[in-house]
Protein backbone atom coordinates (compact mmCIF):
# COMPACT_ATOMS: atom_id res chain seq x y z
CA UNK A 1 0.00 0.00 0.00
CA UNK A 2 3.05 2.06 0.44
CA UNK A 3 5.62 0.51 -0.92
CA UNK A 4 6.96 3.88 -3.12
CA UNK A 5 6.55 6.34 -0.87
CA UNK A 6 9.99 7.19 1.56
CA UNK A 7 10.22 4.93 4.35
CA UNK A 8 11.96 5.20 7.58
CA UNK A 9 12.92 2.03 9.46
CA UNK A 10 13.40 3.51 12.57
CA UNK A 11 10.04 4.84 12.71
CA UNK A 12 8.77 1.10 12.05
CA UNK A 13 11.07 0.24 15.39
CA UNK A 14 10.11 2.98 17.83
CA UNK A 15 6.11 3.67 16.74
CA UNK A 16 5.20 1.03 19.13
CA UNK A 17 6.87 1.58 22.27
CA UNK A 18 6.19 5.83 21.54
CA UNK A 19 2.68 4.85 21.02
CA UNK A 20 2.63 3.20 24.43
CA UNK A 21 3.48 6.86 26.61
CA UNK A 22 0.79 8.75 23.95
CA UNK A 23 -1.45 6.84 24.85
CA UNK A 24 -1.40 8.31 28.50
CA UNK A 25 -0.16 11.77 27.58
CA UNK A 26 -2.27 12.51 25.14
CA UNK A 27 -5.09 10.62 26.82
CA UNK A 28 -7.27 13.88 27.54
CA UNK A 29 -6.39 15.67 24.78
CA UNK A 30 -8.74 16.09 21.22
CA UNK A 31 -6.08 17.42 18.53
CA UNK A 32 -2.55 16.74 18.56
CA UNK A 33 -0.03 18.92 16.04
CA UNK A 34 2.58 16.57 15.36
CA UNK A 35 5.75 18.93 14.05
CA UNK A 36 7.93 17.32 11.32
CA UNK A 37 5.85 14.77 10.57
CA UNK A 38 8.49 12.99 7.73
CA UNK A 39 6.94 10.53 6.30
CA UNK A 40 4.28 10.12 8.06
CA UNK A 41 4.38 6.37 9.63
CA UNK A 42 4.06 7.63 12.90
CA UNK A 43 1.22 9.77 11.84
CA UNK A 44 -0.84 6.70 10.26
CA UNK A 45 0.06 4.27 13.38
CA UNK A 46 -1.14 6.82 15.87
CA UNK A 47 -4.08 7.93 14.34
CA UNK A 48 -5.42 4.39 13.62
CA UNK A 49 -4.59 3.62 17.38
CA UNK A 50 -6.05 6.54 18.56
CA UNK A 51 -9.03 6.89 16.95
CA UNK A 52 -10.94 9.73 19.34
CA UNK A 53 -7.81 12.17 18.51
CA UNK A 54 -7.43 14.92 15.45
CA UNK A 55 -3.92 14.17 14.61
CA UNK A 56 -2.39 16.43 12.49
CA UNK A 57 0.82 16.43 10.19
CA UNK A 58 2.85 19.17 9.40
CA UNK A 59 6.09 19.49 7.68
CA UNK A 60 7.91 22.10 5.75
CA UNK A 61 6.50 22.58 2.48
CA UNK A 62 8.98 20.68 0.39
CA UNK A 63 8.39 17.18 1.96
CA UNK A 64 4.58 17.69 1.64
CA UNK A 65 3.67 15.99 -1.20
CA UNK A 66 4.77 12.28 -0.09
CA UNK A 67 3.58 12.93 3.15
CA UNK A 68 0.42 13.69 1.86
CA UNK A 69 0.11 10.88 -0.19
CA UNK A 70 0.47 8.77 2.63
CA UNK A 71 -1.99 10.27 4.78
CA UNK A 72 -4.71 10.03 1.98
CA UNK A 73 -3.89 6.51 1.46
CA UNK A 74 -4.65 5.94 5.04
CA UNK A 75 -7.83 7.08 4.72
CA UNK A 76 -8.61 7.69 8.44
CA UNK A 77 -10.93 10.13 9.30
CA UNK A 78 -9.22 11.32 12.28
CA UNK A 79 -6.37 12.25 10.13
CA UNK A 80 -6.47 15.42 8.03
CA UNK A 81 -4.09 16.74 5.36
CA UNK A 82 -1.02 17.88 6.13
CA UNK A 83 -0.31 21.32 7.01
CA UNK A 84 2.65 23.37 5.91
CA UNK A 85 4.53 24.67 8.45
CA UNK A 86 8.25 26.03 8.61
CA UNK A 87 9.59 26.99 12.52
CA UNK A 88 10.94 29.82 11.06
CA UNK A 89 8.39 31.57 8.82
CA UNK A 90 6.08 33.88 11.31
CA UNK A 91 2.69 32.54 9.90
CA UNK A 92 0.47 31.75 12.31
CA UNK A 93 -1.70 28.01 12.34
CA UNK A 94 -5.43 28.34 11.83
CA UNK A 95 -6.67 26.97 14.86
CA UNK A 96 -4.57 25.36 18.84
CA UNK A 97 -3.75 22.26 20.07
CA UNK A 98 -4.20 20.71 23.28
CA UNK A 99 -1.52 18.42 22.04
CA UNK A 100 1.92 18.70 20.64
CA UNK A 101 4.37 15.92 19.05
CA UNK A 102 7.55 16.16 17.60
CA UNK A 103 10.45 12.96 16.93
CA UNK A 104 13.51 13.35 15.69
CA UNK A 105 13.50 16.79 15.04
CA UNK A 106 15.30 18.71 17.66
CA UNK A 107 19.20 17.20 16.83
CA UNK A 108 18.06 18.32 12.53
CA UNK A 109 17.33 22.10 13.82
CA UNK A 110 19.97 24.43 14.04
CA UNK A 111 19.67 25.28 18.00
CA UNK A 112 18.21 28.85 16.99
CA UNK A 113 15.59 26.99 15.10
CA UNK A 114 15.34 24.76 18.06
CA UNK A 115 14.36 28.28 20.50
CA UNK A 116 12.37 29.30 18.32
CA UNK A 117 10.23 26.39 17.93
CA UNK A 118 9.67 26.48 22.20
CA UNK A 119 9.24 30.36 21.92
CA UNK A 120 6.46 30.28 18.90
CA UNK A 121 4.48 27.49 21.00
CA UNK A 122 2.39 30.18 22.28
CA UNK A 123 1.33 30.09 18.45
CA UNK A 124 0.42 26.50 18.45
CA UNK A 125 -1.41 25.55 21.83
CA UNK A 126 -4.00 25.99 24.17
CA UNK A 127 -3.31 26.84 27.67
CA UNK A 128 -2.87 23.79 29.20
CA UNK A 129 -1.66 21.88 26.11
CA UNK A 130 1.04 18.24 27.17
CA UNK A 131 3.95 19.09 24.67
CA UNK A 132 5.97 15.26 23.67
CA UNK A 133 9.28 15.04 22.66
CA UNK A 134 11.05 12.23 21.44
CA UNK A 135 14.54 11.76 20.76
CA UNK A 136 18.26 11.76 21.72
CA UNK A 137 19.66 13.57 24.76
CA UNK A 138 22.36 13.99 26.39
CA UNK A 139 22.66 14.26 30.26
CA UNK A 140 25.30 16.99 31.83
CA UNK A 141 26.90 17.74 29.12
CA UNK A 142 27.42 14.06 28.01
CA UNK A 143 26.56 11.81 25.67
CA UNK A 144 24.45 8.65 26.71
CA UNK A 145 25.87 5.97 24.40
CA UNK A 146 28.91 5.68 22.30
CA UNK A 147 26.28 5.44 19.27
CA UNK A 148 24.92 8.40 20.21
CA UNK A 149 27.76 10.03 20.45
CA UNK A 150 29.29 8.37 16.99
CA UNK A 151 25.56 9.76 15.42
CA UNK A 152 26.11 13.05 16.61
CA UNK A 153 29.63 13.10 15.22
CA UNK A 154 27.64 11.95 11.67
CA UNK A 155 25.29 14.53 12.28
CA UNK A 156 27.71 17.13 12.59
CA UNK A 157 29.98 16.02 9.40
CA UNK A 158 26.41 16.71 7.31
CA UNK A 159 25.83 20.22 9.12
CA UNK A 160 27.94 21.47 11.75
CA UNK A 161 24.86 23.25 13.01
CA UNK A 162 23.28 19.72 14.18
CA UNK A 163 24.18 17.81 17.00
CA UNK A 164 22.66 15.90 19.98
CA UNK A 165 20.48 18.70 22.36
CA UNK A 166 21.43 19.04 25.86
CA UNK A 167 18.07 17.93 28.03
CA UNK A 168 18.13 20.61 31.04
CA UNK A 169 18.42 23.22 28.13
CA UNK A 170 15.42 21.39 26.23
CA UNK A 171 13.79 21.58 29.76
CA UNK A 172 14.54 25.36 30.27
CA UNK A 173 13.52 26.08 26.98
CA UNK A 174 9.77 24.29 27.93
CA UNK A 175 9.72 26.30 31.07
CA UNK A 176 10.05 29.46 29.36
CA UNK A 177 7.21 28.86 27.89
CA UNK A 178 5.10 27.51 31.13
CA UNK A 179 5.67 23.65 30.67
CA UNK A 180 6.69 21.49 33.35
CA UNK A 181 8.38 18.21 32.81
CA UNK A 182 6.08 15.43 33.84
CA UNK A 183 8.13 12.48 32.80
CA UNK A 184 11.37 12.01 30.90
CA UNK A 185 11.04 8.33 29.92
CA UNK A 186 13.61 5.56 28.81
CA UNK A 187 13.21 4.60 25.03
CA UNK A 188 14.90 1.74 22.65
CA UNK A 189 17.93 2.46 21.27
CA UNK A 190 19.49 5.37 23.45
CA UNK A 191 16.37 7.69 22.75
CA UNK A 192 14.14 9.29 25.44
CA UNK A 193 11.00 10.48 25.26
CA UNK A 194 10.52 14.04 27.06
CA UNK A 195 6.65 14.34 28.35
CA UNK A 196 5.42 18.34 29.51
CA UNK A 197 2.24 19.85 30.52
CA UNK A 198 1.39 23.37 30.71
CA UNK A 199 0.04 24.53 33.98
Partial sequence: MYNDLPFSQA?????????????????????????????GQHAVHFAAALP????????????????????????????????????????????????????????IMPWPVVQQLFARLNDFCTAEATLCIYGPFNYNGRFTSSSN?????????????????DSEQVVLLAQQQRFVLQQDISMPANNRLLWFRRQ
Fill in 11 to 39: CENNKAPILAVLQQAFADCTQVLEIGSGT
Fill in 52 to 107: KLIWQTSDQPQYLSTLAERVRRSALTNLPPPLPLDIRDTMSLSKQYDGIFSANTLH
Fill in 149 to 165: QAFDTSLKSRDAAMGIR
